[in-house]
């Protein structure tokens, strides 16, 4: 198992949590109202709420391609008195044999522009991504309402 | 077994019992099927199914004998999808059926030996009957979800003809695989048909561009390019061009506008054109 980056020493305190069970392209758009309503409802500016849907957007797409699906839990945390949403999106598929590389802008073992994980990095505050070979991955990500 | 004779003698019985039981239902549930039209049906099923039951098919649907009911059930249920009834409602429909043969039989059951086979048997190929309305019904309901979906796929990509040559194409919605599919024909198409050298993809109504609907616009816009014309992709709001930015993706091989007044102001540009303000006899460089 590899670890790319350690998500902040304050451990955020959950709110509310939801799951949403993504299995087919058309699950892709209640996701991105799902999250869209936990943005609006702890007042994220609409760049970041932006950002953090195309985010989301990203990975279930990837999750959809690579592993035919699988969870997002979508939830509204706080540490002291930022707010922000977290995501965490797991499936069991093939997993990510290498990481670094799959971190790389333009890699991309599926046709695309190999964005989408580099990509979301950039969009979020906090990323962290776990993989194992054969059974699957997961990404967390946050997003502050201020940052 | 004797009671499917009894049955038949008293085919009047259960219809008059049925109807009644439609009336019930109609003034319970407050949106009658057109009263005429569902006894018209009531009476034809009642027929055919009693006269088609027999001793020897007694427990097996697929009989060729049953294809007549089957037949009408499917129509009935096809019908009352279309109506937006619920399946519940129609369901019952064929339930109240059973129940209305099981009163009319219910003393010459008493007194047969034969009656639990019966019950057991009719039960079953009255449910069997029923699964025949649900499925139609489900079918006839996919059938409404599809033509709506066709629907929505024709008239969510229209391709406007804005100038002699200049062609302007509204997305609006997710942009996934099979609709770039349709954007990109559409768009093809009619530049082949007008002759077009410009056209101008507005993704205004577009919520939110990741890395998959950039990779459709960047091959939209080659394929473009490969016809002989100009592609511009208007419509970029402030806040998905810091998300494009951040996401890393390069559009700056494309010419991108904020508006589609200044995409058609371009589109002026390349081919020559300037729109003139005859109250002040002053020209507006465009």
Same mark, same amino acid.
């Given at each position: =198992? ?7 020493? =304050?451990i955020?305190i959950?709110?509310?949590k939801e ?8 699950d892709v ?14 007042? =994220? ?6 950002k ?6 990203e990975l ?5 391609r690579?592993?035919?699906?699988g ?10 008195r ?13 997993g990510?044999a ?18 989408g994980l580099?990509g ?20 967390t990500?946050i997003k502050?309402?201020?940052? | 077994m004797e ?10 019985n ?5 109807? !009644?039981?439609?009336a019930?239902d ?9 009263e005429?039209?569902?006894? !018209? ?5 009642? +027929? ?13 649907i ?5 294809d007549?009911?089957?037949?009408l059930?499917?129509e ?7 109506q ?19 009163e009319?039989l219910?003393? !010459?059951?008493?007194k047969?030996?034969e ?26 309901r ?7 979906? !066709? ?9 406007i ?6 062609l302007?194409?509204p997305i609006?919605g997710?942009?996934?695989?099979s ?11 009619? %530049?082949?048909?007008?002759g077009?050298?410009?056209? #101008?993809? +507005?993704?205004?109504?577009v ?13 939209a816009?080659?394929?473009? *390019?490969?016809?002989g ?6 419509g970029? *709001?402030?806040?998905?061009a810091?998300?494009?930015?951040y996401?890393g993706? +390069? ?5 991108t506008?904020?508006t589609?007044?200044s995409?058609l102001?371009?589109?002026? *540009? %390349? ?11 002053k020209? #507006?460089?465009?």
């Open positions: =198992m590899t670890t790319l980056q350690k998500s902040g020493t =304050m955020p959950t709110i509310t799951t949403v069970l993504v299995v087919k392209e058309q758009v209640p996701l991105r109202n799902t999250v869209k309503q936990c943005a609006v409802k702890i007042k =994220m500016g609409l760049v970041n709420q932006t953090l849907i195309t985010a989301a957007s279930v797409r990837n999750m959809l690579y592993a035919k699906g969870a997002v839990l979508v939830e509204t945390v706080s540490v002291g930022n707010q922000g949403v977290k995501l965490t999106f797991q499936d069991d598929g093939p990510i290498d990481i670094n590389q799959a971190m790389q802008d333009g890699f991309s073992t599926g046709n695309s522009l190999g964005l580099p979301t990095k950039r969009l979020v505050n906090e990323f962290d991504i776990k993989s194992t070979v054969g059974s699957g991955t997961t990404v990500i502050w309402v201020n940052g | 009671i499917v004779q009894v049955l038949k003698k008293r085919k009047q259960v219809l008059k019992l049925w109807l !009644d039981k439609q019930h109609a003034a319970l549930n407050g949106n009658p099927f057109d005429g039209e569902i006894n !018209d049906y009531v009476e034809k099923l009642v +027929d055919t199914f009693v006269d088609s039951i027999e001793n020897s098919n007694i427990d097996d697929k009989s060729a004998d049953f007549a009911v089957i037949e059930l499917r009935v249920s096809f019908k009352r999808a279309r937006g009834f619920s399946p519940r409602e129609t369901g019952l429909f064929i339930f109240s059926l059973k129940e209305s043969i099981l009319v219910s003393d !010459d059951l008493k047969s030996k009656a639990i086979p019966f019950i057991i048997t009719l039960s079953r190929l009255m449910d069997s009957l029923a699964t025949v309305t649900f499925e139609t019904f489900i079918e006839g996919e059938d409404v979800i599809n033509r709506q979906t !066709d629907e929505i796929s024709e008239i969510s990509t229209p391709v003809k804005v100038w002699d040559g200049i302007a194409l609006i997710t942009l996934d695989s609709r770039t599919q349709t954007v990109l024909e559409n768009l093809l198409q009619e %530049i082949v048909e007008t077009s050298s410009v056209a #101008i993809l +507005d993704i205004s109504g919520p939110t561009v990741d890395s998959l609907v950039a990779q459709h616009l960047l091959k816009v080659s394929a473009t *390019r490969l016809m014309a100009e592609c511009i992709i208007s970029i *709001r402030p806040e998905i810091q998300t494009i930015v996401l993706i +390069d559009l700056s091989q494309i010419v506008k904020s589609l007044a995409a102001q371009h589109a002026f *540009r %390349i081919l020559n054109l300037a729109v003139r303000n005859n109250d002040t006899t020209t #507006i460089k465009k």
